[in-house]
């Protein structure tokens, strides 16, 4: 069983059997006293809370609903989304907070029609015409509050607008992971009805957000989400010609463009190559029979997958099959935007253009959830289970886990026009026009970065995340015109090459900790890698993993421990197979039995690994008594 497999849902904040118990997140019971406070504050008015995906909105609905009913027992609450896995997730993990929770389902998905509790978990379908039914209810919490359309005619607002024939008093309060919706802008704006008049909108105070650039950034430095990394496809899907209807684009035309063998095969060999390490993959289709071709050309290319959508049966055990690690990659359309939080997920591919925001920040929120240790409750593999209530506590857990990032491979490529999860191009209002995605492409390695890192990657040295070049100039993206061709593609070129020997040494920056080098020589050629052992955050969770698929032996603290024992207890690879046509070729797989990826007799060559900084500071003594002191060994890097 992978290390992403096997693992409940849950989040800190929700004591497991066998494991620690721990506290809610703090930004959780902020959440929670930030809606006690609007109410103490607005005699009037419907609050929004908005929360990244992967955050825990559900344990916040859980806590605000017992604090309503431990103060006030003679509540009567609705709890309202629009999909079944919600409406169980939702009344799931209020059960685990609150045992005896005096709380139902309506639902017809779900088979339950319990209105009788206190608290009801609804599906806004099944109880859209049924509101005198429902009677006096005192309070309604809507959760995915962006889906909510602002016409008086949808099923929310004529059902809402019942509730509150019956009681004037009724308070609404929303939450999304998107305060905003196209073609209307942000949810607590005003919008126009279909008479072009002003109207006020459902929600009319944000009373918590943290889906802003520095708290979204900061739930990624302090282990509650992981960071994704934005890898950008030589392919790319051109939707030139392409109309839209409501913003988005039309699926039909979108899906006849897009679904051809060709493409998809050129598409997924491309992505195969970049995700070969990756456990879960979740990719998003342009339609029914684009996610059914999908599904077979993966299964065909030998990645076991499975499909979802509208139109296919037997979603349930696909998704079971899928989180118990039995098949690979799931495909899906349309289905898996919202309700889906499987935190094993390290890897999306979009084979889709979509011009929503809200859309696209959905789609990427699939894989920014962590998986805490070997068991997802914080095992790590020592036997010990980790603190998930300190920073160290949650970075360590995620380290043992085996994801520490997500992957992402956007063939449509949205990030140019829709910008990054943590700071998107968010509609506007109706005649406002948008804004310019917030993003820059890098000219060396083609990766895209916010547009406020000064280095590809974040850092002036080559991470996962990018080069490590420096911008020198602002690089702007504009419509292009399209080519008469319907993708542009460079084919990676692959090539097995042979290792004769690898050497280790250090590499140094100025204002970054120390890293090691490690240089893999195969004839006239040579690639490397650094391992950034010192540093706290994703790099060095990224080298801790590469120390540990390579040895037994316990992870250094220092750069200069690692460098020290690496040539005695590392494993030497036979064979690398790199990505040669990058400006920096990039090492893709490693080979360790000399079988050159299964192709060749193994000779039982193993290269010598050469430990080269003490001979470093050798050559280093030798050239300053030869020069002085002002000699400097530049490295060109």
């Known amino acids: 069983m992978s290390p992403a497999t096997g693992f409940t849902d849950e989040i800190p904040g929700i004591g497991h059997n066998g494991g620690p118990a721990f506290q809610d997140r703090p930004y959780q019971t902020e959440a929670v006293n930030c809606i006690w406070n609007y109410f103490r504050t607005h005699i009037v008015g419907n609050p929004l809370v908005a929360m990244p995906t992967g955050t825990g909105k559900s344990v916040v609905i859980a806590r605000f609903l017992q604090s309503v009913l431990m103060q006030y027992g003679n509540q009567r609450i609705l709890v309202l989304t629009h999909v079944k896995e919600l409406i169980q997730q939702n009344y799931e993990k209020l059960m685990l907070l609150w045992n005896f929770a005096p709380a139902g389902i309506y639902s017809a998905g779900l088979n339950q029609r319990n209105m009788s509790q206190p608290i009801t978990f609804a599906g806004i379908a099944s109880v859209a015409r ?149 456990k879960h993959w979740l990719v998003f289709a342009s339609g029914t029979d684009h996610a059914d071709h999908v599904c077979d050309m993966l299964n065909l290319l030998g990645v076991p997958a499975g499909c979802v959508h509208s139109k296919r049966e037997g979603r349930d055990q696909t998704i079971k099959d899928f989180k118990a690690g039995k098949i690979r990659a799931l495909v899906n359309n349309n289905v898996l935007t919202t309700g889906f939080d499987f935190p094993g997920i390290d890897f999306i591919i979009i084979l889709r253009a979509t011009g929503s925001a809200v859309l696209w920040v959905q789609m990427l929120g699939r894989g920014i959830r962590p998986v805490y240790g070997l068991d997802g409750k914080g095992l790590l593999a020592n036997g010990t289970y980790a603190d998930l209530n300190t920073i160290e506590g949650r970075l360590a857990a995620i380290e043992a886990s085996g994801k520490i990032d997500c992957l992402v491979m956007d063939f449509a490529r949205n990030i140019a026009t829709l910008g990054p999860i943590n700071d998107p191009v968010t509609p506007k209002a109706k005649g406002k026009g948008g804004g310019t995605a917030p993003v820059k492409e890098c000219p060396v390695c083609e990766t895209y970065n916010h547009a406020s890192v000064r280095y590809c990657g974040g850092q002036p040295f080559k991470t996962s995340l990018g080069c490590g070049s420096e911008f020198l100039f602002e690089v702007k993206f504009a419509q292009e015109a399209a080519t008469d061709e319907l993708i542009k593609i460079d084919e990676p070129v692959v090539q097995v090459f042979k290792v004769d020997s690898v050497t280790i040494d250090r590499h140094e920056k100025d204002g970054s900790p120390p890293m090691m080098k490690v240089s893999y020589y195969c004839g006239y050629k040579s690639f490397s890698e650094y391992l950034c052992v010192q540093h706290t955050n994703f790099l060095g969770r990224k080298a801790r993993k590469w120390w540990s698929e390579r040895t037994d032996a316990p992870m250094p603290a220092t750069t200069a421990e690692a460098i020290d024992i690496a040539d005695k207890v590392l494993a030497a690879p036979t064979h690398l197979r790199i990505w040669t046509n990058k400006k920096y070729p990039e090492i893709v797989a490693f080979c360790y039995d000399g079988t050159a990826f299964g192709t060749a007799e193994s000779t039982g060559f193993v290269p010598d690994i050469e430990n080269r900084e003490q001979l470093s500071q050798q050559r280093a003594e030798l050239a300053r008594t030869s020069y002085g002191d002002d000699f400097d060994d530049d490295v060109p890097f």
């Open 130 to 278: 049924k509101w005198a039914a429902f009677g006096h209810i005192d309070l309604v919490l809507i959760d995915e509050a962006h889906l909510m359309s602002p016409n008086d005619q949808t099923m929310y607002r004529t059902f809402l607008a019942g509730l509150q024939s019956i009681n004037p008093h009724l308070r609404v309060i929303g939450f999304t992971a998107t305060p905003w919706r196209m073609g209307h802008g942000h949810l607590i704006d005003p919008y126009e009805d279909s008479k072009g008049n002003l109207m006020p909108a459902l929600f009319t105070d944000v009373c918590f957000d943290i889906t802003g650039l520095e708290p979204f950034n900061r739930l990624f430095n302090e282990g509650y989400l992981v960071p994704l990394i934005p890898k950008k496809p030589k392919l790319h899907l051109d939707t030139d010609g392409l109309h839209t209807r409501g913003g988005e684009f039309i699926e039909k035309e979108m899906q006849e463009k897009f679904d051809r063998d060709d493409i998809t095969e050129a598409a997924l060999k491309e992505a195969i190559e970049y995700g070969f390490d990756r």
